[in-house]
């Protein structure tokens, strides 16, 4: 949900979660971009929309102090009756300093500091932690919330490994199937068998269009999204990939080719697939009902 046809009202966005949910889809998953705050317009939209689950994809934590965060998840499982699954991240570095004149170094290490703080907060303790990269001391108290998923964006090995440990699994975004079947899914799940954890969620996030138009919709994907070929971040799995950029990883072609691109997905274990329609209107509608037809014939 979100921006997917220029910026949303939230008659529009609340209108987005109900159409998810009509349709079969599991989760309705929103972004942290620079409109809407994320958490926020879930708890609106998910309160007026049962049923239907809600997840973050995601809540970059440099801006967010792990007591705020906090705060902010277990009011939206108030107000939603339980529905949340909180992706964090450590967010992307250029934008961290640049934007917001925050630290960006060590990001593994800020974010193991944080879930540290983060996870006991969400279960209603107390925290009293004087840290290297971080400080909080206090308590969230929000009568009848439940401790949601937590979730970490988390594509090196570094990072993985934190996700495998300490949270419930990742999610991932421009990361292709051959890059989350060898790398992705075997890493988390080697480290939380080894943490003594359940096995992890992998949620996968990408670009999705139904169209005639292949070509002409890549070449679009590849000016829209140049930058994020271009940060540290995502260069790296797209070269684990083997991909110029993102145009290479996104999922674009008729109906069949669609739907065997999802179903790769399953094969290289994924566990849930957050599905960004692109494209004109048209492409749009005929993305989510083709994706809509696979939630019905039990494709995940």
Not at 75 to 99: E, H, I, K, Y
Not at 208 to 237: K, S
Not at 243 to 248: E, L, V
Request: glycine share 12%; aromatic share 4%.
């Amino acid at each position: 949900m979100g921006d997917t046809r220029g910026p949303s009202t939230l008659e529009h966005l609340t209108g987005q979660v109900r159409a998810a949910a009509d349709a079969g889809f599991g989760t309705a998953w929103a972004a942290q971009a620079f409109g809407w705050d994320a958490l926020t317009a879930l708890a609106v939209a998910g309160a007026a929309v049962p049923g239907i689950g809600l997840g973050t994809a995601v809540v970059p934590i440099p801006q967010r102090h792990p007591l705020v965060l906090a705060g902010q998840a277990l009011s939206v499982q108030a107000a939603t009756g339980g529905r949340l699954t909180l992706g964090v991240g450590a967010g992307v570095a250029m934008m961290v300093q640049g934007m917001f004149g925050l630290p960006a170094d060590r990001p593994a290490r800020r974010m193991r500091e944080y879930l540290s703080v983060l996870r006991p907060l969400l279960r209603g303790e107390s925290v009293t932690h004087r840290g290297e990269t971080l400080t909080a001391v206090g308590s969230v108290t929000v009568p009848g919330a439940e401790p949601p998923p937590v979730l970490v964006a988390a594509l090196g090995p570094a990072m993985l490994r934190l996700a495998g440990e300490l949270a419930d699994g990742t999610v991932t975004w421009m990361t292709g199937a051959r890059t989350l079947g060898d790398h992705i899914v075997p890493s988390i799940t080697k480290a939380a068998e080894t943490a003594g954890r359940p096995i992890p969620q992998v949620v996968a996030g990408l670009i999705v269009c139904v169209t005639n138009g292949e070509a002409a919709v890549r070449e679009r994907i590849a000016e829209q999204y140049a930058l994020a070929g271009q940060v540290p971040e995502y260069r790296a799995v797209l070269d684990r990939e083997g991909a110029a950029g993102p145009q290479d990883v996104v999922i674009v072609g008729d109906e069949d080719d669609v739907a065997r691109d999802v179903r790769r997905l399953a094969d290289a274990g994924v566990t849930e697939f957050i599905a960004s329609p692109f494209g004109s209107v048209e492409e749009q509608d005929r993305t989510i009902g083709v994706l809509a037809d696979l939630t019905g014939s039990g494709a995940r």
